[in-house]
């Protein structure tokens, strides 16, 4: 017999589909007789789908079963799901055993088999359960984000379901942030707006509620957002969103991420005004990392200088935490792209890649940390494989970051994927139209059409890089080259004289190395277009 965290006994038996068998009595899954190995949550998630086989079984129950009375976040459940689907072979288009029913839960639709599971001819060694992780000291203690469901307002009822699933997107992409816990929907049932959570100086210990309401118009779509402080009964932020339905190839997941990018950004600098009317001698962690995230966010030299400074003191306290590293990280990479149309490109993010590796050391699961690893992999080891691994991660971590489409657009790039790059950065730029980096974007998206061929969509491209960034000297070096290859030397001079007027190398060996292709044939057309241009030397 087994028992489950929720306390029910279980059969004696052993569940068998495709090659695999979940054995509930000694907690195992097995692949062809070989034990796989996976975290008892996973575990406990795949037993629980394989024994209600074909049937919906719903978010709640699987709440209760996996975590019984505990609090987590819609973020904790996808993670488990993603990492059971793994385990299996499964992904999350393919869908071949776990199946996603929208707005309800999860089915499993494999073949399942029961038989009885042997039983052993003395009893087994039972091995020590592990001890709880440590909670972290009060000095980590962070504020709360409460996600209540959009209110509907049309009259169409499948608006009500839409809004529903939605919020629920919304968690779980500002969960993967993992700034702040964000509260699971189902615990602020019965709140109705931030207006009346106010009322309550502390909704389900939340101290930030974000909250507001769907519009679908005809192919519009409508959202009015707010954020509200409990503790001090007052609206402190909302942005209205309004998307066209067919420039969307996910309604909810892409306009889920959209939120997330603007409320993130919005609930750190809420926290860090919070943190600034507190004397600076009697601030936690976690205030002396929102108070250097905040001057990270205003990005002047000053600023990151104060920023590595404030984050620096962060660790002091709390050694084994990794957001403070990830923050130092954060301000290196910021100084680096201020200097990047340069063309020492391996130096630029090296200092980036070791706070970011520092972090990880901590926490494997930062996407901040994998994402900037990415960076120094690619810039200063130039190692695409190690590169693709860490901004892979970066994205499975967090799939609402804008960073993340950034850094896999170029690294995907540079590893010869052009197609996939600019389907990165496009789905960047649905994202955050006011990405900070939009002329690299720009460029890039320039530059992976060049390589393909596609000369006009290149131009065009590298045209509206400029005209966000005429100062941007990668952009101007790759005119240079799409003038070359169309034997445009006028065009190409143009651009040379732009890049000499910044004090930017004409040197063509410099900025070929500061290039990492690795495919040759990408090499080779863009040393072509150099050399044709007449500008370079």
């Not at 109705?192 to 930030?208: F, K, L, M, V």
């Not at 709390?318 to 130096?347: E, N």
């Not at 799409?482 to 063509?508: N, P, T, Y």
């Amino acid at each position: 017999m087994h028992r489950n965290r929720s306390g029910q006994t279980l059969a004696a038996v052993i569940y068998g589909f495709e090659n695999y068998e979940v054995d509930p009595g000694r907690a195992e899954l097995r692949r062809d007789g070989v034990a796989v190995p996976v975290e008892p949550q996973v575990f406990e998630l795949i037993r629980y789908l394989v024994a209600a086989p074909d049937r919906v079984v719903t978010r709640d129950e699987i709440f209760s079963a996996i975590w019984g009375e505990r609090i987590v976040s819609d973020a904790a459940l996808s993670s488990r799901i993603r990492d059971a689907r793994k385990a299996l072979g499964d992904d999350g288009t393919a869908q071949r055993l776990i199946r996603t029913v929208q707005r309800r839960g999860l089915r499993f639709v494999g073949r399942v088999t029961e038989r009885p599971a042997a039983m052993p001819a003395r009893p087994a060694a039972v091995e020590p359960s592990l001890p709880d992780p440590p909670q972290r000291p009060e000095i980590l203690d962070r504020p709360a984000v409460a996600v209540m469901t959009l209110r509907s307002l049309s009259d169409d009822p499948s608006d009500e379901y839409l809004a529903e699933g939605l919020s629920d997107q919304i968690v779980a992409a500002l969960s993967a942030w993992r700034y702040f816990p964000v509260l699971s929907r189902k615990t602020t049932l019965g709140m109705q707006s931030p207006d009346e959570a106010t009322d309550d100086p502390a909704p389900r210990n939340a101290r930030y509620v974000l909250g507001g309401s769907f519009r679908r118009q005809g192919s519009k779509v409508k959202l009015a957002l707010t954020l509200a402080d409990t503790r001090i009964s007052e609206q402190i932020w909302s942005h209205q969103i309004t998307r066209d339905r067919d420039e969307l190839i996910d309604l909810e997941e892409e306009i889920a991420a959209q939120v997330a990018t603007i409320a993130a950004p919005e609930l750190v600098g809420a926290d860090a005004r919070r943190v600034l009317r507190k004397p600076a001698s009697d601030l936690t962690a976690w205030e002396l990392a929102m108070r250097a995230a905040w001057l990270i966010e205003k990005g002047t030299d000053t600023d990151f200088a104060q920023a590595e400074r404030l984050a620096a003191q962060a660790i002091e306290r709390a050694p084994d935490w990794s957001l403070p590293y990830t923050l130092i990280a954060v301000a290196k990479f910021q100084q680096a792209m201020a200097g990047f149309s340069g063309t020492d490109t391996r130096a630029a993010f090296s200092d980036t890649m070791v706070e970011a590796k520092r972090a990880l050391d901590i926490d494997r699961g930062s996407w901040i940390a994998h994402a900037l690893t990415a960076v120094g992999e690619l810039w200063t080891n130039r190692n695409h494989e190690r590169a693709l691994l860490h901004v892979q991660r970066a994205m499975e971590l967090n799939p609402s970051a804008p960073m993340n489409y950034h850094f896999g657009g170029c690294i995907c790039g540079f590893a010869g994927d052009p197609a996939t790059a600019r389907g990165h950065q496009e789905r960047l730029l649905r994202m955050d139209p006011l990405y900070p980096y939009t002329a690299t974007i720009e460029s890039d998206l320039g530059l992976w059409h060049l390589l393909d061929g596609e000369f006009g969509q290149a131009q065009e491209r590298l045209d509206r890089s400029h005209r966000w960034d005429p100062r941007y000297g990668r952009a101007l070096q790759r005119q240079i080259v799409l003038a070359g290859l169309q034997d445009d030397r006028a065009r190409a001079a143009v651009a040379a004289g732009k890049l000499r007027d910044l004090g930017l190398s004409l040197k063509r060996d410099a900025i070929m190395s500061s290039y990492p292709f690795r495919n040759p044939d990408h090499s080779a057309l863009f040393l072509d277009g150099l050399r044709r241009s007449g500008v370079t030397v």
